[in-house]
C-alpha cells in the first residue's frame, strides 16, 4: 500500500507571496493533520480534517488554511508569506477519526521563504 | 493541555547495548501515548502506541516501550541496539481535549556507536 504523499518536496518562495502544498492520504483513510517543524518550536499542530470537515485547528495565525476534498486529499495554504514560515511541513493520515488511531506521515514538504 | 516531555536532548549507547530513551506525560484521565522516529530529511514513523490494556507493548523495529501509570512515564527501549537505530526519536500524547491533535515532545537524538 503506498504511503502518504506530498508535493512538492521542496519549495522556495519570497516574503509576501502564498503557497499551496499537497497531500495525499494513504489509500482508504479518512482524517488527514498537518503539522509544522521547526528547530526551535519542535512539532506544531496545524489543522486536522476529517471527511472534508475541519475538525480541529492549531494556534496559527488566519493566513495558515486547509481543506479537503471527497477523496480525502488535503492541501494547505500559506499567504502572505513571512520568514518565519520556513519549516517542514508535515502531512499525516489516519484510518479512522478517533483518538486511538496512530496517524502515518508523509515525507514533508521543506519550505524556505526568503 | 495534554503534553509529554522528554528530559534528554541526546542519548548515546554502544551498538549491542540496551537503550532507554525517557518520556514522561501529564494528562487528564486515560494517555493515549505515541513514539515516533525520524530519519534525516524524512517524515516520521510510527513505532508504537499505548491505548490501554499491557503497560508493555511492543513495536517496529524490535523496540518496545513501558507505560508506567504511577510515574507518568512511558519509556521507549530496545534491548540491544543497532547503529542503524540511530534517529531522533518524539513522544506523543494525543489531546482529547483539542480534538485528535498529537502533541509531540522536543525529541530526543539517539546516536549509536559501533
Known amino acids: 500500500k503506498a504511503g502518504v504523499t506530498q508535493t512538492p518536496r521542496y519549495l522556495i518562495k519570497t516574503r509576501g507571496q502564498q503557497v499551496t502544498l499537497s497531500c495525499s492520504p494513504i489509500?482508504?483513510?479518512?482524517?488527514v493533520s498537518w503539522y509544522q517543524q521547526t528547530p526551535g518550536q519542535g512539532l506544531q499542530f496545524l489543522f486536522e480534517?476529517?471527511?472534508?470537515?475541519?475538525?480541529n485547528k492549531g494556534n496559527f495565525p488566519g493566513r495558515f488554511s486547509g481543506r479537503q476534498f471527497s477523496n480525502s486529499r488535503s492541501e494547505m495554504n500559506v499567504s502572505t508569506l513571512e520568514l518565519g514560515d520556513s519549516a517542514l511541513y508535515l502531512c499525516?493520515?489516519?484510518?479512522?477519526?478517533?483518538?486511538?488511531?496512530?496517524?502515518?506521515f508523509g515525507p514533508g514538504t521543506r519550505l524556505t521563504v526568503t | 493541555a495534554q503534553s509529554v516531555a522528554q528530559p534528554e536532548d541526546q542519548v548515546n549507547v554502544a551498538e549491542g547495548n540496551p537503550l532507554t530513551v525517557k518520556c514522561t506525560y501529564s494528562?487528564?484521565?486515560?494517555?493515549?501515548l505515541f513514539w515516533y522516529v525520524q530519519y534525516p530529511n524524512r517524515g516520521l514513523q510510527f513505532l508504537l502506541k499505548?491505548?490501554?490494556?499491557?503497560?508493555l507493548v511492543k513495536g517496529s523495529y524490535g523496540f518496545e516501550a513501558e507505560f508506567n501509570k504511577s510515574q507518568t512515564s512511558f519509556h521507549l527501549k530496545k534491548p540491544s541496539a543497532l547503529v542503524s537505530d540511530s534517529a531522533l526519536y518524539f513522544c506523543?500524547?494525543?489531546?482529547?481535549?483539542?480534538?485528535?491533535?498529537?502533541?509531540f515532545g522536543k525529541g530526543t537524538s539517539l546516536l549509536v556507536t559501533p
Open positions: 499525516a493520515s489516519s484510518r479512522g477519526g478517533g483518538g486511538d488511531y496512530e496517524q502515518y
Open positions: 489509500s482508504g483513510h479518512r482524517s
Open positions: 480534517y476529517f471527511s472534508e470537515t475541519q475538525r
Open positions: 494528562v487528564s484521565g486515560n494517555p493515549y
Open positions: 499505548y491505548i490501554t490494556g499491557d503497560n
Open positions: 506523543a500524547v494525543r489531546d482529547l481535549n483539542s480534538g485528535y491533535a498529537l502533541n
